[in-house]
């Protein structure tokens, strides 16, 4: 996505209606390029460089049949039933973990219900952007690693907080032997949240050097974001515990991330997501309170001005949901 224009399948088939209804209102000549996708594109294009045609190139058939609803997630059945499972996953971490004395606070419950509630809405949309992102092989063992991690973070980080842990630092996983942590549930945590680092340095660089034609990882990454600041916010981290290479990261993503809001424009609401997501990661790797106040704050501020974009986009499609025929008087070019 790009100012406000969003790739989409219905975006696609609104057009081509609207412009073939005006071709044939008119009395002119449409010539349509291209006729069949083209996924070779895609490595210089970006996703959408590959979709462009109306015929696929695999079953020659047409992309949006005559008399056939268009859909941006024609397996949303599926796709809720895996979030409603990965929501279910979070709240049963939270109520296998051993409570800690004294009693929990409600707001524990709250934040395990946010950290469900992400999960559960982002993963259908996070598992389809990587199905249809990914190209090369290095693309899907980076997008499956990161999905895997977004994933398994929610549930790690309830168990913890319900537990009584903190988010481990990592000097904890990978400093010196004796410093290391022998916990289960802090290693696994601690992997997840290095891998969820290091692949999101390595889109946030990209979309700071090299934007074009990149997608934004709005949906996975706010999965793995959320459950983290959730738990450094109400387990605070030990007083003394080593973090500079937390806070070189947490420097990383919020300047990058004030960068590529300011770059893409309040137009693109997905820039404005991600955004948003990788302030909340920076406040959780931060691992102090007024840090992770102030990046809730500009947080906040950024989810009121992506309200309103995704209302402006959301009557767009709402406008576009209708079926299309081509009639006479085009032509398709390959």
């Known amino acids: 996505m790009r100012d406000g224009a969003l790739p989409s399948r219905v975006n696609q088939q609104r057009f081509m209606s609207e412009v073939l209804a005006a071709a044939k209102t008119e009395g002119f000549r449409v010539t349509l390029f291209e006729a069949y996708d083209e996924q070779w594109k895609r490595q210089w294009e970006g996703t959408a460089g590959g979709s462009w045609g ?13 008399a056939t609803a268009v859909s941006d997630h024609p397996f949303w059945k599926l796709q809720l039933g895996c979030g409603l499972l990965v929501s279910l996953s979070v709240f049963g971490a939270a109520l296998w973990a051993p409570w800690r004395r004294p009693p929990l606070r409600p707001a524990s419950w709250f934040a395990t219900a946010l950290s469900a509630t992400a999960g559960g809405v982002l993963f259908g949309v996070a598992a389809e952007k990587m199905l249809h992102e990914s190209y090369f092989l290095g693309d899907w063992l980076v997008q ?25 630092t990592f000097v904890e996983l ?10 289960p549930v802090t290693i696994a945590l601690g992997l997840t ?7 999101a340095a390595q889109s946030v660089l990209g979309l700071v050097f090299d934007p074009r034609s990149r997608d934004f990882p709005f949906a996975v990454l706010t999965m ?3 459950p983290f600041f959730t738990l450094t916010f109400f387990n605070r981290p030990k007083v003394g515990a080593q973090r500079l290479a937390e806070t070189v990261f947490a420097g990383l993503f919020a300047l990058a991330a ?6 893409e424009g309040l137009n693109n609401w997905q820039s404005a997501w991600t955004s948003a997501a990788y302030l909340l990661f920076a406040g959780a790797l931060g691992r102090t309170r007024p ?7 500009s947080t906040a501020s950024l989810v009121r001005s992506l309200a309103a974009a995704v209302g402006k986009q959301s009557a767009n499609v709402a406008a576009g949901r209708r079926n299309w025929d081509p009639g006479a008087g085009v032509e398709l070019i390959e």
């Open 144 to 168: 499956g690693l990161l999905l895997g991690a977004a994933t398994a973070a929610a549930p790690l980080a309830a168990y913890a907080l319900m537990s009584g842990h903190r988010l481990p």
């Open 174 to 183: 990978i400093g010196p032997r004796e410093g290391r942590s022998s916990n």
């Open 224 to 226: 793995a974001a959320a």
């Open 54 to 66: 109306m015929i696929r190139r695999e079953d020659r058939d047409a992309s949006y049949p005559p």
């Open 193 to 199: 949240l290095i891998v969820t680092t290091l692949i």
């Open 291 to 297: 840090l992770a106040v102030s990046m809730m704050v």
């Open 258 to 263: 004030l960068y590529i809001l300011f770059n």
